[in-house]
């Protein structure tokens, strides 16, 4: 069921276009004449001399109206010139009146009533596919006469055949219409039509696609390249004189490109073409050599050769009918049934197709319009179907790229909408694991500190406990020892807060608590501590600085004799950590061994990979402690 379904769409896509098409040109050919226009069915005519005038003594002889639409006249022996003679009697009421005369290849001079009102300028000298162009010329009323006037137009040619196009006597304002519709059709809109089409070859040249659609790209580059060559060829005229079977070569060989390159394009990106478009390569290559032979028989010959480019004219119009009978079915199947995107520029290819075809079979049957008969053709379709095309290929070009700019908005809002999702998860997660990281951190330093309080505390509280069950402690032996062992947990509890609050809080920590015991001891104390707050060693490498801090003050409250102790710390945001104690004492007695405090600083200092220094003299004793950042090693 579906099969016939997508049957009858492509059949309604396919009976809309021919109906538009065929809509389309009943307008064009109804523009591009005047209103009443009727063209007598003969027409008499005269052969004319080099200088334009009737042969003397020729007989007027009858060119019967052809379905062209044009009166045709053999060229005689006297040479490619003739006079055609228009008689006709002015309508009554009407001043304004003007001769109207469609596209007449080589028309030369008009005269009204024997007086020249179109002088013997050549119109059109240099010739094209398309000769000629639609004009009206005012018929002035002092040379009207009320009956009985004649018009006589001169033509001259270049082929077997002179041909004027069909012509109107009547108001001047239709006349003008006319001509400018004409002029629309087969001048203005074709001008647009080559410019929009290398526009958008530029624009598919330009653009990045996608590996699977260059194929196709190619092949309608190739298309609306070798048609906008057509448009131009058929509706100007060539910047020099060409002879008329170099025209006719050009003009087939140029048929036969559109129909190969509109071929190719049909087969382009479908799967299992490839041989056809090598075939079709190799009818193109045969066509030009046979298209070239029969020029060069042409000149050898002269007419002779006629009939075979008749069979040119013939075998167009017959590939034509094939590819537009297989091509059309396939674009409106294609439209109808593909979803794709590409409805647009299909619809225009058929539009385009059907042009080519018309035009084609109307150079071998002389086609009129369905159901107006009255209407014969009379330009070519195909030059202003080329701005559709180019029209066409440009809209489709732009709802990819605004279907493409949709697509990456709308997964970009995706993509932003899933990246802040994850974010939150990512952060949740990161923080949790932040927490569990912290804790694991505080549990193992807490039982490190635990085994530090164990072995450093504990012992201290357990000698002295013994010393006083042994009665061998003093008082003052056992203040000292309880000082000690306090001392100590409170450098515990430091370095227990600095896991919050850093190295300069735990600094000033520090000078808060011994600033009280220096003073007391009658001595000064200057502490100085330029830390960054950022800075953060841990807490067991904290409480090891904390120890020796808290060793090198004690021992030069003991033993130094000082006035001023001084303590001086610093510490950028990169490291190192420089802390310096001194004082002004006398400085280490002569002979001095090393005791337990000055061993235990350098062997916390070395767990630290510190730098520690000690210089001692009659000034005074100075102790340097450089602890790197990245040096300190947080289990020591």
């Known amino acids: 069921m579906s099969f016939w379904q997508d049957r009858a769409k492509a059949g309604l896509v396919l009976l809309v276009v021919l109906a538009a098409f065929w809509g389309a040109l009943y307008w064009g050919e109804s523009a591009v004449r005047p209103a009443g226009m009727a063209p007598p069915p003969t027409l008499e005519y005269v052969a004319a001399d080099a200088a334009g005038n009737a042969v003397p003594g020729a007989r007027p002889e009858q060119a019967a109206f052809a379905a062209n639409p044009i009166y045709r006249a053999p060229v005689g022996e006297s040479g490619p010139r003739v006079v055609f003679l228009i008689p006709f009697d002015p309508p009554r009421g009407q001043d304004d009146l003007a001769f109207f005369i469609g596209a007449t290849p080589g028309l030369q001079e008009i005269k009204l009533n024997g007086t020249v009102i179109q002088p013997n300028i050549p119109l059109d000298t240099l010739r094209g596919a398309a000769d000629g162009a639609a004009l009206y010329f005012p018929i002035p009323p002092a040379l009207l006469r009320d009956e009985g006037n004649r018009i006589e137009v001169l033509i001259e040619t270049q082929s077997t055949v002179l041909a004027l196009a069909p012509f109107h006597i009547g108001p001047a304002v239709e006349a003008a219409r006319a001509a400018g519709a004409v002029d629309l059709i087969t001048s203005i809109v074709p001008i647009i039509a080559i410019s929009v089409l290398a526009f958008a070859t530029l624009l598919c040249f330009v653009t990045n696609w996608p590996a699977e659609d260059r194929d196709r790209i190619r092949s309608l580059m190739q298309l609306m390249a070798v048609w906008a060559l057509r448009t131009y060829f058929i509706s100007f005229q060539t910047p020099f004189e060409v002879p008329f079977l170099v025209t006719a070569f050009l003009y087939y060989l140029l048929d036969f490109s559109v129909i190969i390159a509109f071929a190719r ?230 370095s227990m807060d600095s896991a919050e609050e850093g190295l300069a809080e735990t600094l000033r920590s520090f000078e808060h608590r011994v600033r009280p015991q220096v003073e007391a001891a009658g001595m000064a104390l200057d502490f100085i501590a330029e830390v960054d707050e950022g800075i953060d060693l841990g807490p067991r490498p904290t409480l090891q600085v904390l120890r020796i801090l808290q060793e090198a003050v004690t021992n030069a409250m003991r033993h130094s004799g000082a006035r001023r102790i001084a303590v001086e710390s610093s510490a950028p945001a990169g490291g190192p950590i420089r802390i310096a104690i001194r004082d002004d004492g006398s400085g280490l007695p002569e002979g001095y061994r090393r005791g337990r405090g000055l061993t235990s600083m350098e062997t916390r200092a070395a767990q630290l990979r510190a730098d520690f220094t000690l210089a001692s003299g009659p000034e005074g004793t100075r102790l340097m402690l450089e602890v790197p950042l990245a040096g300190a090693d947080p289990s020591a």
Not at 302 to 324: I, K, S
Not at 364 to 388: I, K, N, Q, R
Not at 416 to 428: D, G, P, R, Y
Not at 453 to 466: A, F, N, P, V, W
């Open 265 to 494: 394009h049909l087969l382009a990106g479908e799967a299992g073409t490839g041989r056809w478009q090598g075939w079709l390569g190799w009818l193109w290559l045969a066509l030009l050599i046979y298209l070239a032979g029969v020029t060069a028989a042409g000149f050898a010959f002269g007419p002779a050769v006629m009939p075979w480019f008749e069979a040119l004219a013939t075998g167009n119009a017959v590939m034509l009918l094939a590819l537009a009978l297989a091509g059309l079915a396939a674009l409106a199947w294609g439209t109808a049934v593909r979803r794709d995107g590409r409805w647009l520029e299909r619809v225009t290819l058929m539009f385009c197709l059907l042009a080519l075809s018309v035009d084609a079979a109307d150079n071998v049957f002389d086609l009129a319009l369905p159901f107006a008969e009255h209407l014969a053709l009379t330009f070519y379709s195909a030059a202003p179907a080329g701005l559709l095309l180019g029209l066409g290929v440009v809209a489709s070009i732009a709802r990819e790229a605004s279907e493409a700019r949709r697509t990456v908005v709308q997964s970009n809002a995706i993509l932003a909408a899933q990246l802040v999702e994850q974010n939150a998860k990512l952060e949740a997660s990161y923080e949790a694991q932040k927490q569990l990281l912290r804790r694991e951190v505080m549990l193992v330093e807490r039982q490190r500190i635990v085994r530090d309080m164990h072995d450093g505390i504990g012992g201290q509280l357990l000698g002295l406990m013994m010393q006083v069950r042994g009665g061998g402690a003093s008082p003052v032996e056992v203040e000292e020892g309880l000082q000690a062992s306090i001392a100590d947990l409170r450098l515990i509890v430091d």
